[in-house]
């Protein structure tokens, strides 16, 4: 819940500790456990909030926002009808917000990026699922400039930790290993290095890791500095290629002044510092948001609501959509400029 | 190609084009209601191989087929109707799938990598086709390719380094 000035009353995420509940199920696809667990945590951050913000009533509420997509259809209609039912009751707008643009925007909240974080900027998302290049051009105006053609950063990340036996969730833990080898002990390909473009591909580097696993004599047990090495090796490839399609993505956007990086990958402090020397490069600003806000999270669904509301009482009025079905694809190019009516 | 038993078939795939060929050949023997699972280790082709199918079945050389792990499953149109492209490798079982919406998604075709998980919901009548490195060869792959006995002869037909008709 934020107020109108983007300050967070009260917030609350079902923590990753949490997921032994759903015994082993991967939670983002349990309906089931979205219609378990959200009234819970709605009633908490209601809860809060009114010690936050003393005198403060759910009537208070002028507007209620959820993801409707894109995403795993399942999750996304328990979120949104719990959110619109609360707005229905409430008599307040509905806001539908694209999760996406909610990442693209989390830089603009109040406070987050030393100076602000005016448009346009450039977004690089990289995450689990997402790794691409968003020109973030104004509220509502989004420029997808590349992409992964294959898997995203954070997936590479976690299924190279796999092949080296490392526990989940495995970027963190590779790059804690990485930390004890040499990241110029083993050659890796640079997919996409150098070429047009920001597009990204990591599936050759995955497979190159595989194979020099496969090739190790079956009856030797990978040691921990060749482990190591590995990791270094393979994040120092992941580094090389992302600020070089990075300096490209900044190349295509010379307008921008401020470069932000998110995702869960963006947590990582090899990436993290190759990206803000590329950014100092081009003489660009660089900020990451902290990792709370980086992976989905409601804070920066709030915080959408908030820019489309203001948006719209400049345009006219948010007119509360409470029949906008939620959307397993929905482009960010797709956003149309009125609030309230994606698509 | 050699019978390594009664129902399988190995194929020798020794560049990455050959196994972009044999995902479009898989492609053209597409019925709806098929399922084709993609079987292998992390970097063996799955993914190689389902995008050259995906492609060639909606008739888009240039689809982006992004990586379904941690979506877990992707949904296209094509002419034959709705394929959905499934990635288990993040579940541990079939429990999670009448949410993803496989009894839906079967109607389809569907196209399912690391489909061990799906335990009991495994089709009878799917193409598996398991994909392994090939020591000391990064381009390398060996196919083994199990059931469609009706439509093997055409999927074996030609080469699968041969262009695709």
Request: a negative charge.
């Amino acid at each position: 819940m934020l107020d109108g000035n983007g300050r967070v009353l009260a917030e609350a995420v079902l923590s990753q500790a949490g997921h032994a509940e759903f015994g082993g199920v991967v939670p983002e696809i349990a309906a089931r456990a979205h219609l378990l667990h959200l009234p819970e945590l709605a009633r908490r951050v209601l809860a809060e909030a009114a010690i936050a913000e003393p005198g403060f009533v759910p009537a208070d509420l002028v507007a209620v926002a959820a993801s409707t997509g894109p995403g795993l259809i399942g999750g996304l209609i328990v979120g949104s009808g719990l959110g619109r039912g609360l707005a229905l009751s409430l008599g307040v707008p509905f806001v539908p917000v694209n999760h996406i643009e909610a990442h693209a925007l989390t830089a603009r909240l109040p406070g987050l990026v030393p100076g602000g974080a005016e448009f346009p900027y450039l977004l690089l998302l990289v995450s689990g699922g997402h790794c691409q290049c968003i020109a973030v051009d104004g509220l509502g105006s989004y420029r997808r400039l590349g992409g992964t053609i294959d898997d995203a950063a954070g997936e590479a990340f976690d299924k190279v930790a796999k092949l080296l036996g490392l526990g989940w969730p495995g970027g963190p833990a590779l790059e804690r290993l990485a930390l004890e080898g040499d990241p110029a002990a083993i050659p890796l390909p640079r997919p996409l290095l150098g070429r047009a473009g920001c597009d990204f591909s990591f599936s050759g580097l995955k497979t190159a890791v595989a194979q020099r696993l496969a090739g190790r004599p079956a009856d030797q047990a990978l040691d921990r500095r060749e482990a190591a090495d590995l990791a270094a090796s393979f994040q120092a490839a992941v580094a090389d290629v992302m600020a070089d399609r990075v300096r490209h993505a900044l190349g295509m956007m010379p307008e921008a002044t401020l470069l932000v990086a998110a995702g869960g990958v963006a947590a990582n402090a090899t990436l993290r510092s190759r990206l803000a020397a590329v950014a100092s490069a081009q003489g660009v600003r660089f900020a990451a948001p902290p990792l709370r806000l980086c992976t989905d999270n409601a804070v920066m669904v709030a915080w959408t609501a908030i820019e489309r509301l203001r948006a719209g009482a400049v345009e006219g009025g948010v007119s509360g959509d409470l029949l906008t079905p939620a959307r397993p694809r929905w482009p960010l190019q797709e956003m149309a400029a009125t609030p309230g009516s994606p698509g | 190609m050699s019978e390594a038993d009664s129902g399988t078939v190995e194929l020798l795939l020794a560049r990455l084009a050959d196994t972009e060929a044999l995902g479009r050949r898989v492609a053209g023997l597409l019925r709806p209601g098929d399922s084709v699972l993609l079987e292998g280790p992390l970097g063996a082709g799955k993914s190689t191989l389902a995008r050259a199918l995906l492609r060639a079945l909606c008739r888009d050389p240039a689809m982006e087929v992004p990586s379904p792990t941690f979506t877990l499953v992707q949904e296209y149109e094509s002419p034959l109707g709705p394929v959905s492209h499934f990635d288990l490798w993040r579940l541990d079982g079939p429990a999670g799938l009448p949410e993803l919406g496989w009894e839906e998604a079967r109607e389809g075709v569907v196209l399912v990598e690391w489909p061990d998980r799906l335990q009991s919901l495994r089709p009878d009548d799917a193409l598996a086709i398991g994909l392994a490195p090939v020591v000391d060869d990064a381009d390398g792959r060996l196919a083994r390719i199990s059931g469609w006995p009706g439509r093997r002869d055409a999927l074996l037909a030609l080469p699968p380094g041969a262009p695709a008709g």
